[in-house]
Structures are given as C-alpha cells and as structure tokens.
C-alpha cells in the first residue's frame, strides 16, 4: 500500500476515540488516500477519488463520515457496493468503526433474506452498506426511505456502471436530497463514471493518488501466449513449482468448478472456487477457506474476485485475458496488496487475445507487447525439439467431456507444457 510519507493520523483532525481505534486496528500511517481524503471528506465536502482496490479505500470513508456523523440519532450515512462480498466487506469496517461510538450498521445484499433486512432497515440504523439492486428492491417495498441520507458513497463506481446498476444508481439517488455530501471512489475514470460524477456530485475535490488507470507497482507481472489447449499444463507447473496462494481468474462461471476438478485430477488438490450461481452461504465458505490457508488456490470470475480482500495472495493468473483491461488492473490488485511484492501471470491466445492485450497495454500507457507472428511456434524456454507435436486435445472440450481426466489425457497434456514466458509484461 502507498502510504503518505509526510503524513500521520495526527495531523488529519480527528478525534481521540477514532485515534484509539486507529491503533487498534493497526494502521500505523495513513494510507495515499486516506491522508488526501479524510480531511476534505471530514469538511462535508464532496470528492471524487481514483483508488485502487487494496489502496486502504475503504477507511478512507469510514473514518471521516463516521466523525462527521458521530453522536447523531438517524439514517445518515448511505454507502452503495458494487458486490455482495464488497458490501460485506465494507460493513465489517463501517462495524469496527462504529460500533464504539454506538452506531448500528445494516448490510442490505441479493441471496440475504429478505424479511431479516426489512427489520434491520426498521430498528433505524445509522449507517447502510448496500448493493444497488437489493437497495431498490427494498425501496420498491416502501421498507426504507431515503430522505434523512446526508452522505451517499459510490464505491467502486467503475465496476457498479459495468455491472448495469446505472438505472438502480439514478432510481437511487433521485431519492436524497441534493444538499447530501457524495464521495465517489472509482479505480478508473470511464466516460460513464465522469457521467455520473457530472450528474450526482456538486463541484467535487478531486483526488488523484498516481495516474488514474495504472496499476500498483511491485507487481511482477509475466505474459505467457499459447494455446488454450496448453494452458493447464502451464498452470500446473506454475502452481506446482510455488508455493504460495494463488488467484486464478476465468471468464466463465462454470469454468471455475471445471478447472478446479481438472486440477484435482493433476493431483493438485487444495484447490477452492467460487461464482455467482452459488448459494451466499457456499461463497462465504470458499473465500473464508480460502483466507483461513485451507485451500491455498481459488478459481474465481471477475464479480466474485473483485470483493474478495485477501493480504497476501502471491500469485494472480489469468488463466483467460479479461474481456474488459480494466478488469486486469482489479485483478492484478489482490497481490502486491499492503506493500508485498506481488506476481501476476497472464495466458493469451495467440489470434484470439491479442487486441485485449493490446487494450490492457493502452490502459497502462506502456508499449504492447509483441506477439508471435502466424505459423510462429510460441518461444520457448527449453530446447526446441525437431519431431513434430503431436496434436492435442483441447482443455475445453475435456472440460465438457466426462471427468476425471483418463492418464493417456494426463500424459498427453505432459507434453504440451513446453511454452514459456516470452517476456515480462509491461514491466
Ligand atoms: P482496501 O483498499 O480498503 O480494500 O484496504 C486494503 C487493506 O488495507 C485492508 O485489509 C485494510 O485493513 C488495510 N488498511 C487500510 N488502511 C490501512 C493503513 N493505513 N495501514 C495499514 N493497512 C491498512
């Protein structure tokens, strides 16, 4: 994590309890964000903030809204998530923060029941952390109103607007009083985030911690091209040969329970997984077997990786290139998290990936990397060998086909693993 050199808690106004609290949570300095936020947040201000997942974001609202709010009987503070797991996490620090000074936090989420929230909403909290769809849902209801909000936050606006929550966000916000304070919190500044900005916030302070779009430093981030049908065997070895947490990002749901099996099958076993189709309480179990070491690998889709606030994930592998180059930036977010030095690995297809590559680097303002050329076997790092490969089978139409993978497959694909790395992206 950046943290402002220059800066201490000290010097940002706040009051001794939320000092206490400071220490006990272990923040010795304020983070970037934190030092540039507070204070004008603190003032009733509205900010637009660019913030990287990771970056401390989320007591960079906490702190001074709960000062601001503190010792006041209502509804006040309004925080809107993009993910159930982002809400969740959100309410955890909300909770920890607030909960000394007496205020009570209700987390409103999509898969919560939604009888329990209606009563939550009626005991008159103080503070609501809510996914925009469920917040609507409970509006349409008539189970909460929103006239008393004075602060609403946007976290992770980028991703919300990608999700489609747009309608759910101006349904939303219509309801609160314009005279409210808005913080708005975005890792990039898409046309559609500037947008909404322009139409929910008045005259914002901006805070730019390093230049909006480029991702943390401290990430060792690699670029591997070769065919699908070789990407498991690399993975393999990538997990094989470390031994620490790894991340591993599909683009499809179903992908992460198939490859999760298919790695079961190559005898690495402590793997988890998660998506959206399942159950809360089976999300709830992967990441928190996941953060608890027992599974030291989770396959995950960019929705359910983005909120998932793990320290020390050593290894982040896009085991498919993000449709989106955003998405590459959040997803290279969960390592080189709290100043750790991090690895990234990235699998693209030679013809089929290389204008998301492409689109990655723009988002980065770096050169793209170069690729190899049609009829050009992928580079490798071990000698060449003059028999021809024999041809493969395809990792996805194994997925489809009945599991476990036999031994003739595990054999085959034995002999696949030969690509390397080509070079260090971007770096
Ligand atoms: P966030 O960017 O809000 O997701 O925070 C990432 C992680 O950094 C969380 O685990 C926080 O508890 C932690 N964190 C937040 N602020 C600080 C700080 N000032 N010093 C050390 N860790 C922090």
Known sequence: ?????????????????????????????????????????????DVLVSSQTGSGKTASFVIPTIERFKGKNGTYILALSPTREIAQQTGEVFSNFAKPFGMKVVVCIGGANLNEEKEALASSPHIIVATPGRLCDHLERGNVWLDFIQCLIFDE????????????????TEQISKDRQTLMLSATFAPAVEKLARKA??????????????????????????????????????????????????????????????LINRGIKDVTYIHSDLQQEHRELAVSEFKSGKYRIIIATDVMGRGIDVDDVAHVINYDVPKEAADYIHRIGRTGRRGLTGRASTFAIPGKD???????????GVQAPSKPQPGQRPKTAQPQRSRPVPKMRNV???????????????????????????FSFFS
């Open 1 to 45: 994590m950046e943290t402002s050199n220059n800066v201490n808690w000290s010097d940002l106004g706040l009051s001794e309890e939320m000092m206490t609290l400071i220490e006990k949570a272990g923040f010795k300095n304020p983070s970037a964000v934190q030092a540039k936020t507070i204070p004008l947040a603190m003032k009733g201000l």
């Open 157 to 172: 606006a980028d991703r919300m607007l990608e999700m489609g929550f747009s309608k759910n966000i101006d349904l939303i």
């Open 201 to 262: 916030m008045n005259n914002p302070e901006q805070v730019l911690i390093e230049k909006t779009n480029k991702t943390i430093p401290k990430i060792d981030q690699e670029l591997f091209w070769l065919p699908e049908e070789r990407k498991l065997t690399q993975l393999v070895r990538i997990l094989e040969r470390e031994k620490g947490s790894a991340f591993v990002f599909v683009n499809a749901k179903e992908k992460t329970f198939q490859l999760s099996r298919l």
């Open 354 to 364: 290389d204008k998301a590559i492409e689109a990655i680097a723009k988002l980065r």
């Open 396 to 422: 996805e139409s194994m997925m489809k086909e009945a599991l476990p993978v036999t031994p003739v497959a595990v054999k085959k694909l034995g002999l696949m693993g030969r690509v390397k790395k080509l």
